[in-house]
C-alpha cells in the first residue's frame, strides 16, 4: 500500500513511530502495516504481537507504586485537563462550536501536547476532525466529556517516549483529533470521524448553522478548502487500520455504583431521532368551550405519555413473530430509553390554543430489529390517538444509527488493561472488570464502518456529563492512563 498523500489527512492529527520498518518518511505515515485507531489513538498492530499483561506486568513498569508514572498520567493529564477546560468561546461556561475561535485555540494545544509526547504533528488541507477529545463542546460543558480519552492517549505515549520504549512498538502509533462528534453547530453528528470513516454525506457540506453558515463555509473561513471529491479522498483505506480504540468517561452512574474506575464496553445503542408535528386548531383560551377544540397540547401530551408506557413496557406492545424472538424483547426489556428533550409551540402564548406543537424523540436500544419494531408501534399509536382528537400528525425521521458491537478480542484486551492498571495503583487482584452497555452514541459508532472497534469506560461522579459539574476523580484519569499504557504495552 502507498502512502496516503498530505492532502487527505486531518487537522491535529499525529503519528508515533513504530519499528523503522514499518515506517514512511513522507508524513510519517505507515505505508503497509494496518493502523489501531484509539479514541483517538490509533494504533496498529497484529494479533501475533499480544502477550499477556499479567505476566511480568512488575517487569513492564519496573515494580513498585514509585513506577506508576504519576506525575504524567496524574499529575499532568489532570492539568492539561483543566487548561483545556479553561479554552472557551464564553465568559463563565465551557463552549466551543465546530470552527470556532476556541475550538481552533484547542486545536494548537493538543498539537502541542502530542509533539511533546514524541509525535509528528501535522495539519490537513481539508478537514478537521476531533475526535472524542472535541476541539469543539455541547453548549455549558465540562471538561472530561471527550477530553479525558485524548488525554489518556497522550500521556501513555509520552510515558512510552520518557521510558525509551516508543521505538518497541510493533507498529505505528496514531492520534487524531475529531471534530463534531456532537453535531451542537450543524446537527451532523460524528462529522469528523464519518468524514474518516468514509460515511459522511457530500450533502453534508451544505448543511447550515443557526446563522445560516454552510459547513464547508465554515471550513472556507479556516482556510481548509474542500470539496466534494477531497471529501471522499479523506477516507481511510480499511486495510491501513487494524482497529479502533475510545476511552470515555461512562455518562452513567453504574461504574460509581459497583465501585470501579474502569469498565469495558460491550455494545453502543442504536439510536433513531424523531421530529413529530402535532397541528390543530388555534383559537383563544377563553372563548373556545373544551369539547369543541382540537388541542395539539393536549394531544402532544397523550402522546408523550403513551411514548413512555410503550417504552417502559415493551413486552406489552410487541407481538411475536420470526423476526422479534424472545431475545429481541428481552434485549428492548434491558435497553430500551426513550426520551422527549425539546418541545415547542406556536404561537407560544398564555392565552392562546396552540396551533401547533413540535417535540422530538430520542429512542436508543442495543436490538436494531427491536427499535424497530417499537418505532413501528409508537408510529401507529401516534396517528390512532390523531385521529380520535382531530388534529394531524406528521412524523420526521430524523436520524438513524444501528447498534454496534465490539470487536470480542479489543474488548479482552482492554479488560485485561484495565485489570493490570487497577492491579498496579491498588497492588491488589481486583474482581472482574465490569462490561457495559453505551446508551450514549460515540465516534465508535461511525468508525465501526472502517474498522472493528473497543471501549473503555471511565468512572464519573453521579454520572454527571454535558454539564460544568461533570467530575472525574484524578486517581481514575490515572487508572485510565495506565489502562492505555498497558494495552499500548501489549504490543512491543
Avoid at 195 to 210: E, F, H, Q, Y
Avoid at 219 to 237: G, V
Avoid at 341 to 352: D, L, Q, Y
Avoid at 416 to 424: E, T, V, Y
Wanted: with cysteine; glycine share 8%; hydrophobic share 40%.
Amino acid at each position: 500500500m502507498s502512502a496516503r498523500k498530505p492532502a487527505h489527512r486531518q487537522l491535529a492529527a499525529v503519528n508515533f513511530p513504530g519499528p523503522s520498518s514499518a515506517r514512511n518518511t513522507e508524513m510519517g505515515c505507515s505505508s503497509s502495516i494496518p493502523r489501531l485507531l484509539f479514541l483517538l489513538l490509533s494504533l496498529t498492530l497484529s494479533p501475533a504481537y499480544l502477550v499477556d499483561v499479567y505476566a511480568g506486568s512488575e517487569d513492564i513498569v519496573g515494580g513498585g507504586s514509585t513506577h506508576l508514572y504519576g506525575e504524567i498520567l496524574k499529575d499532568e493529564a489532570v492539568a492539561r485537563l483543566r487548561e483545556l477546560g479553561e479554552v472557551s468561546d464564553a465568559n463563565g461556561y465551557l463552549e466551543r462550536t465546530f470552527m470556532s475561535p476556541a475550538s481552533v485555540r484547542a486545536a494548537n494545544l493538543i498539537r502541542q501536547w502530542m509533539e511533546d509526547a514524541g509525535g509528528s504533528t501535522r495539519w490537513g488541507t481539508y478537514m478537521v476532525e476531533s475526535m472524542d477529545l472535541f476541539e469543539d463542546t455541547v453548549i455549558d460543558a465540562g471538561i472530561f466529556d471527550g477530553s479525558l480519552g485524548i488525554i489518556s492517549a497522550i500521556s501513555a505515549l509520552k510515558v512510552l517516549k520518557e521510558t525509551a520504549r516508543l521505538e518497541k512498538l510493533k507498529r505505528p502509533v496514531e492520534i487524531i483529533a475529531f471534530s463534531d462528534e456532537e453535531g451542537v453547530r450543524f446537527q451532523s453528528t460524528f462529522l469528523g470521524s464519518a468524514a474518516l470513516a468514509g460515511v459522511l454525506p457530500a450533502s453534508a457540506l451544505n448543511t447550515t448553522d443557526k446563522s445560516g453558515a454552510t459547513l464547508q463555509d465554515a471550513l472556507k473561513k479556516n482556510r481548509f478548502a474542500i470539496t466534494e471529491e477531497s471529501l471522499r479522498q479523506l477516507k481511510y483505506d480499511p486495510q491501513s487500520v487494524w482497529g479502533y480504540v475510545e476511552v470515555h468517561i461512562e455518562q452513567g452512574p453504574v461504574l460509581e455504583w459497583v465501585g470501579f474506575p474502569l469498565g469495558v464496553v460491550e455494545g453502543i445503542a442504536g439510536q433513531t431521532r424523531l421530529k413529530i408535528t402535532v397541528s390543530g386548531s388555534q383559537g383563544h383560551a377563553g372563548t373556545v368551550p373544551m369539547s369543541m377544540r382540537q388541542d395539539p397540547m393536549a394531544a402532544a401530551a397523550e402522546l408523550i405519555l403513551r411514548m413512555e408506557t410503550i417504552c417502559k413496557n415493551p413486552k406489552q406492545f410487541l407481538s411475536y413473530d420470526s423476526q422479534c424472538n424472545d431475545a429481541t424483547v428481552e434485549s428492548l426489556s434491558n435497553s430500551l430509553v426513550c426520551t422527549v428533550g425539546e418541545i415547542s409551540t406556536w404561537p407560544s402564548a398564555s392565552n392562546v390554543i396552540p396551533g401547533q406543537v413540535t417535540f422530538t424523540v430520542d429512542l436508543r436500544a442495543m436490538d436494531d430489529m427491536g427499535r424497530e419494531a417499537i418505532l413501528y408501534e409508537l408510529s401507529n399509536q401516534i396517528y390512532q390517538i390523531c385521529d380520535t382528537r382531530s388534529v394531524s400528525c406528521n412524523i420526521d425521521r430524523k436520524h438513524d444509527a444501528n447498534a454496534v458491537l465490539c470487536d470480542s478480542e479489543l474488548s479482552s484486551q482492554l479488560k485485561i488493561a484495565a485489570n493490570a492498571a487497577i492491579q498496579r495503583l491498588t497492588g491488589e487482584i481486583q474482581d472482574e472488570v465490569p462490561v457495559l452497555m453505551s446508551g450514549a452514541g460515540h465516534d465508535a459508532m461511525a468508525m465501526a464502518h472502517l474498522t472493528k472497534v473497543g471501549m473503555l469506560f471511565v468512572r464519573c461522579r453521579g454520572g454527571v456529563s454535558h454539564s460544568p459539574a461533570e467530575h472525574v476523580l484524578d486517581d481514575d484519569v490515572w487508572a485510565a492512563g495506565l489502562a492505555m499504557l498497558a494495552f499500548l504495552e501489549t504490543h512491543m
